[in-house]
């Protein structure tokens, strides 16, 4: 009888802890972008792709970068650390005022982060690019693109579209692979609606710069416009409607 008690004891703590691990289980990409709420790239014919930093504002590379997109008539998103945008407010100001996005990457880019602190971090970067350009953030990116249910609905709640990249759109330059490297990852991989992952800041951002200063005219010569997520967003938008 006791033997039967402690087996039945057993199967119960089994089938607790199955039911927990499949509640605990992140719903993944397909669920997410069914619902709207991440976004990895878009479906589109129309040649626009979205160009986004990292890990900014960079008194170097950031103003390099600024330059090279203004050449080329380039818009971008810049993720930016709340830390670093207090520090280098007048880069966040002239990113706003060139036309660029300006998101949320957490005020100190923790690499763990619990709910409770990505929800005061979202909200202490926010009132700092808003103090800044009269305007608030409304995409956020997850530190190293580490995310479940957990950061994803804490974003949600606090009013963000969580922004990821294309997978096959990882310049990987915080690596420093080379602008050989960098340059043909981003060129033989460019689709329609792609969204690219690059950082200007975080370390030596020398080969990102480089690397931009080969894939800008050639995207531009193979018809390419350079977009923000917003405007991405709205071509995704405009080409459902159309569909319809």
């Excluded at 991440?38 to 129309?46: C, H, M, P, S």
């Excluded at 602190?117 to 608030?136: P, R």
């Excluded at 080379?178 to 990852?185: D, H, L, N, R």
């Amino acid at each position: 009888m006791k033997t039967l008690v402690i087996k039945v004891l057993i199967l119960i703590i089994f089938i607790f802890c199955i039911a927990y691990a499949s509640s605990a289980m992140d719903k993944g990409r397909p669920y997410y972008e069914k619902k709207g709420y991440v976004l990895w790239g878009i479906k589109t014919d129309e040649k626009v792709i979205a160009l986004t930093f990292d890990d900014g504002p960079h008194i170097t590379y950031t103003t390099q970068i600024l330059d090279l997109l203004e050449q080329y008539d380039a818009k971008a998103t810049f993720f930016v650390i709340g830390e670093r945008a207090e520090k280098y407010q007048d880069l966040i100001y002239q990113m706003a005022h060139d036309g660029h996005e300006i998101a949320n990457h957490t005020y100190t880019h923790p690499l763990k982060i619990t709910p409770g602190k990505l929800e005061e971090e979202l909200k202490k970067t926010n009132e700092i690019i808003h103090d800044i350009t009269g305007t608030y953030p409304i995409f956020y990116r997850p530190v190293g693109g580490s995310y479940n249910d957990r950061i994803i609905n804490t974003a949600i709640d606090n009013g963000y579209k969580v922004i990821m990249w294309s997978w096959h759109q990882d310049t990987e330059d915080w690596k420093t692979p080379g602008v050989k490297k960098i340059v043909s990852k981003v060129l033989s991989g460019a689709n329609p609606g792609d969204i690219v992952l690059f950082h200007d800041a975080g370390g030596d951002r020398t080969q990102t710069v480089q690397a931009l200063e080969e894939i800008l005219p050639e995207l531009q010569k193979q018809g390419y416009r350079f977009v923000t997520i917003s405007e991405l967003i709205e071509v995704h938008t405009m080409s459902l409607s159309e569909n319809k």
